[in-house]
């Protein structure tokens, strides 16, 4: 089954303590990329990548790192996570314009 | 002026109606046009694409006015089922960060 999997779906961790959150596409899809989504706030990205070792910056990366080491993973790192870096995440992979989401991830920083 | 507007609603209608929604925009170079459909908490998918020429699927008619610079989409006959929040989203040609409304949230009673 085509889809894009993260890890974990629920995360509640303390300011400050480093976290990773994965994601994994098996579907060859060249581009990946990072939302965070607030209320009232909508969908925003924090990061995107076109391919293996290429990253870029989307609307709001500050406080987060990505990788590309491979094709089909595209983690998102949070070195020294502060509170309003609380949010729902979404990856997300295409390979034209059809974007395919994760089921999201729930962090909240206490 | 933001980039992406939309009406957050809720539209409330009963089964069996007809409700239309409008996205805005602003950035006369956006090229590439979508609407997503998003259940609560869950990832958004891809409802339809929007070309110039329209689209129809089913019940959902999505539309393009370039010249106003919105796109509209169109639910027939409502089922309890379409209740969800509606995404637009913007592509801006030989950008990788699409832009997303908001989302207008549309819940449909028996």
């Known amino acids: 089954e085509a889809q894009v999997t993260q890890n974990p779906r629920y995360l509640i961790t303390v300011t400050g303590k480093k976290l990773t959150v994965t994601c994994s596409q098996n579907m060859n899809h060249e581009y990946m990329s990072w939302y965070r989504q607030d209320p009232g706030l909508g969908l925003r990205q924090i990061y995107y990548?076109?391919?293996?070792?290429?990253?870029d910056k989307g609307d709001v990366p500050e406080g987060y790192k990505v990788s590309r080491k491979e094709k089909r993973n595209f983690p998102l790192i949070l070195e020294s996570p502060s509170p309003n870096q609380t949010s729902l995440y979404f990856c997300?992979?295409?390979?034209?314009?059809?974007?395919?989401f994760g089921p999201g991830t729930r962090l909240t920083v206490l | 002026r933001k980039e992406v507007e939309q009406d957050p609603g809720p539209f409330n209608v009963p089964e069996g109606a007809t409700v239309a929604f409008n996205c805005t925009y602003s950035?006369?170079?956006?090229?590439?046009f979508f609407w997503y459909r998003q259940d609560c908490r869950k990832e958004p998918k891809l409802l339809m694409s929007?070309?110039?020429s329209g689209n129809e699927d089913g019940r959902f008619t999505a539309q393009l006015n370039r010249a106003s610079q919105y796109i509209s989409l169109l639910i027939r006959d409502s089922k309890l089922s379409d209740s969800a929040t509606y995404l637009c989203v913007l592509g801006k040609g030989g950008s990788y960060i699409p832009t997303f409304g908001r989302g207008t949230s549309l819940i449909v009673h028996p």
């Open positions: 997300a992979s295409s390979q034209g314009d059809e974007q395919f």
């Open positions: 929007v070309y110039s």
């Open positions: 990548s076109m391919n293996v070792e290429v990253t």
């Open positions: 950035n006369s170079a956006s090229q590439s």
